[in-house]
């Protein structure tokens, strides 16, 4: 009954309150003057966000590869993404 | 010719307190039992009737374009109205017709009846996604009684963010609420085609219009979340003056082409990628053949899905983008050339010694063949990037996308809507009818396109409501192949209704095609299949090494 009360409530609970803290570090570090490192920090942090919701909520470390594999195309395209688009900005 | 294509007696001779289920249509006649149904089958119907509304909403804002475009002189509404109503026809074609037409009708019905199973994986979810569909099409009715929204179905920034004073808001919420349609009906294709195949569906043995449905479902989730993001951009930009793309202040207005494309050109394979399923469903049933190539026009299906995500940079070649960036997306877009001239050639020689039958679904599909192909070939025209500099912003590229989405896409939905027919209504529909309906079809979409192809390469832009009076013979031609097309699209939805009431009754399997969905009777019960199906190689119309049809026949 611990183990089925500590996957509904507890363990969900928690990471939502390290979202919740990590959503304020966001907010208060854009106030904060770093330079060039502010974009740098806010994307560190929802990295740090992304990676919590998938491993506690989408359970990637616990699945079959496929499930791995679709929770890697959202990177995977975005990477695509990036990649296509520097091919415009970084040559201008 | 006969009138019908293969009458047969019923073989599903429900009553009331017999054993055998109900069909769907008949399982609950109330409105509340359609509203908050599960069914995937009735939830296709929901979609095919709001679909069917807007496709005629659209049609209407079109009408009034190109009767505008008869005369040279703007003469018949305003350059605003004009202006709402070309984008008006953008934005409902595309995202309330086009985007949910094949997959979210035939691909919510047939799906798990082509894989054997009892329903899509997620049926609550199923009906949320028409509900989403229902509540963005809404805010569309809202923009239009707003007065409407001129920036072109594009919505391209700085216009649609700093100097346009209609709705864009609504129109752009509506788009971004309809997105979640798109990802919920994509997500639960993937996962019904991943869970609940039939013992013995591997996945070298599913149609390929399950293969279509899948390598769209693919795009549309991958493809729909970034096109919500830039809308939102927009808004927030209108609404809370953040200069996301205002150059003023730091922005860049590219980001949002770049942003745009990347979701609409995968868009068009949202589009296109269903009706290449259907029109390998038709072309083996009415050549009697197998599919020729089966593996490879899986591999195509695919690469034309991922590839398709490569290449967004051909719409903005005359943008500002880097002159390396063109020759890289122009690159890219040739290649995806390759898996789509690898799906027309299969399809041809599909045919080969095959016993054609002309019926009004294999016409559809001819049809299909021969617009797609035009519209693929022109596509390679606005690939090259010197081409594409000279006929950027012209009716060639308005020519190009209809032969492709209209031309291939609405051409293969009027072939499914008539080869399923009898599975979905459990009647026949006029035969000869329809095949007039297909050719008038046919002429309409060419004598309306085709000179656009002309007068754009000859200069004309597009978007003018006013234009110099040498282009007049292509805008009269092309609005007299409209009404054709009008008539065209208008004649089935008289005999179609005829038949649902009148028709004669269809046999579980009218057209003797190989599909499990034809063992399920017509109209099939809530969980499709009285007995398990029988699982064979897909498209087994002959033997592997075996005398053709016409052979047999000649025999």
């Not at chain 1, 594999?69 to 993404?81: N, Q, S």
């Not at chain 2, 081409?387 to 051409?411: C, K, L």
């Not at chain 2, 009777?521 to 969980?527: E, F, T, V």
Request: aromatic share 16%; glycine share 8%; with cysteine.
């Amino acid at each position: 009954m611990d183990e089925r009360r500590r996957e509904i409530w507890i363990r969900p609970l928690l990471t939502w309150a390290a979202l919740c803290v990590l959503l304020a570090a966001t907010c208060a570090l854009a106030y904060v003057p770093m330079g060039r490192a502010n974009l740098a920090v806010s994307l560190a942090i929802a990295a740090a966000k992304a990676g919590l919701v998938g491993v506690v909520f989408m359970r990637l470390f616990e699945n079959n590869p496929l499930n791995r594999l679709a929770a890697a195309a959202g990177p995977i395209w975005i990477f695509v993404m990036f990649l296509l688009l520097f091919s415009d900005y970084a040559t201008r | 010719m006969s009138d019908v294509a293969h009458p047969a007696a019923p073989d599903h001779p429900a009553t009331p307190g017999s054993a055998v289920p109900p069909d769907y249509l008949h399982d609950g006649h109330t409105l509340r039992s359609w509203l908050f149904t599960t069914d995937h089958k009735r939830i296709a119907i929901l979609f095919a009737l709001s679909i069917t509304l807007f496709f005629f909403i659209g049609a209407i804002a079109i009408s009034v374009v190109r009767l505008e475009l008869v005369t040279p002189a703007g003469d018949l509404v305003s350059d605003d109205t004009y202006n709402k109503m070309f984008t008006l026809h953008g934005i409902v074609m595309v995202w309330f017709f086009l985007i949910p037409s094949i997959p979210a009708t035939f691909g919510n019905f047939l799906l798990p009846l082509m894989i054997g199973a009892k329903d899509l994986a997620f049926p609550r979810i199923n009906v949320l996604s028409w509900y989403l569909y229902v509540a963005g099409a809404l805010l569309t009715v809202v923009t239009i009684i707003a007065g409407g929204v001129d920036t072109g179905w594009t919505f391209y920034v700085p216009y649609s963010t700093m100097f346009s004073n209609t709705a864009v808001l609504t129109a752009a919420m509506g788009v971004f609420v309809n997105g979640f349609s798109s990802v919920l009906t994509g997500v639960n294709f993937i996962a019904t085609t991943h869970v609940l195949r039939a013992p013995g569906m591997t996945w070298f043995r599913l149609p390929l219009f399950v293969w279509a449905m899948y390598a769209t479902s693919l795009v549309m989730v991958l493809a729909t979340p970034v096109l919500a993001m830039t809308l939102l951009l927009i808004v927030v930009e209108r609404w809370f003056d953040l200069p996301v793309f205002d150059a003023s202040r730091g922005g860049d207005p590219l980001l949002f082409q770049h942003l745009f494309w990347f979701y609409s050109h995968p868009a068009v394979y949202i589009m296109v990628l269903p009706a290449m399923g259907v029109a390998s469903e038709l072309i083996a049933c009415f050549a009697r053949r197998r599919l020729f190539g089966y593996s490879f026009m899986v591999y195509a299906l695919v690469a034309i899905a991922v590839i398709g995500f490569f290449v967004w940079g051909h719409h903005m070649f005359v943008s500002g983008q880097s002159p390396y960036a063109n020759v890289v997306f122009s690159f890219l877009s040739f290649m995806v050339a390759v898996p789509s001239a690898i799906k027309v050639f299969n399809w041809t020689a599909t045919l080969y010694r095959g016993s054609i039958g002309f019926d009004a679904p294999m016409l559809y599909a001819f049809g299909f063949l021969g617009l797609f192909t035009i519209g693929g070939l022109t596509g390679l025209f606005l690939a090259t990037v010197p081409i594409d500099i000279h006929v950027t912003d012209t009716y060639f590229v308005v020519a190009h996308f209809h032969y492709i989405m209209v031309g291939g896409t609405v051409s293969a939905f009027f072939g499914a809507l008539h080869f399923w027919w009898p599975k979905i209504t459990g009647r026949l529909y006029p035969e000869t009818l329809a095949r007039i309906a297909a050719v008038l079809m046919f002429f309409g979409f060419n004598l309306t396109f085709f000179p656009q192809f002309v007068m754009g390469y000859l200069g004309m832009p597009r978007r003018y409501h006013v234009y110099p009076p040498e282009f007049q013979i292509y805008h009269v031609l092309s609005t007299s192949g409209a009404a054709l097309l009008g008539v065209a699209y208008v004649m089935p939805l008289f005999y179609l209704i005829w038949s649902f009431r009148w028709g004669a009754r269809a046999g579980a399997n009218p057209w003797r095609a190989k599909g499990l969905e034809w063992q399920a009777p017509s109209p099939p019960p809530r969980d499709n299949f009285l007995t398990p199906p029988v699982v064979g190689e897909p498209y087994d119309y002959h033997p592997p090494e075996g005398p053709t049809a016409a052979e047999e026949q000649v025999a």
